[in-house]
């Protein structure tokens, strides 16, 4: 596809999720406490957004993943998080 046929299918999911985002950190910004690593790494996340190549997803996929290779002897809670809390 080329960048209209692009756009004409996908603008308005992009849009909607952009907009969700926003309001996301909205309402961050308007809530008391303090944030904890999650919020830094969707910071950097949306950092790697302005990079001018086509490499994007994978540099905010590997910003919120966990580099390690070395598996951990026992899990410490019950589910993922979505961001590793080392990289903060």
């Known amino acids: 596809m080329n960048r209209q046929q692009l756009l004409d299918l996908y603008f308005l999911e992009a849009r909607s999720k952009l907009i969700d985002l926003a309001a996301f950190f909205d309402r961050l910004d308007r809530a008391e406490g303090q944030a904890d690593f999650r919020l830094n790494a969707l910071t950097r ?3 790697e ?3 001018p190549d086509a490499a ?3 540099h905010v996929l590997l910003n919120l993943s966990d580099p390690t ?3 951990i002897p026992a899990a410490t809670t019950k ?3 979505g961001a590793w809390p ?3």
């Open 86 to 88: 080392a990289k903060s």
């Open 69 to 71: 290779v070395e598996p």
């Open 79 to 81: 589910a993922a998080c």
């Open 49 to 51: 957004l302005r990079r």
């Open 45 to 47: 996340a949306l950092d």
């Open 56 to 58: 994007r997803a994978e």
